[in-house]
Nanobody, 119 residues
Framework: QVQLVESGGGLVQPGGSLRLSCAAS????????MDWYRQAPGKERELVAR???????NYVDSVKGRFTISRDNAKNTVYLQMNSLKPEDTAVYYC?????????????WGQGTQVTVSS
């Protein structure tokens, strides 16, 4: 079995920074894309950032220039550095990874971590 464990959420003032981490563990052969999603109250879950196995990155327009996604393949971990945070960034953040397990490619989700941006 595979688990994704997230950490790093919390309460921060506007303009502040947070760094989220998501570590995958278990019967992992390889990891393809590693993504961060978020879901704000009353809104649909949206893809915030993606990093491929080769290191290519993509971001939703609203976070470009403020958020940076990175990964440590040796640790099976993905990070999201969030700077210049705004109240509209408040949401539950989820990591998602497409992982090859026993020859089958599957999507796995973390449990979610709350990020609240408020003064």
């Amino acid at each position: 079995q595979v688990q994704l464990v997230e950490s790093g959420g919390g309460l921060v003032q506007p303009g502040g920074s947070l760094r989220l981490s998501c570590a995958a563990s278990g019967s992992i052969f390889s990891i393809n894309n590693m993504d961060w999603y978020r879901q704000a109250p009353g809104k649909e879950r949206e893809l915030v950032a993606r990093i491929t196995s080769s290191g290519s990155t993509n971001y939703v327009d609203s976070v470009k220039g403020r958020f940076t996604i990175s990964r440590d393949n040796a640790k099976n971990t993905v990070y999201l550095q969030m700077n210049s945070l705004k109240p509209e960034d408040t949401a539950v953040y989820y990591c998602n990874s497409r992982i090859l397990v026993l020859g089958i490619l599957k999507d796995f989700w973390g449990q979610g971590t709350q990020v609240t941006v408020s003064s």
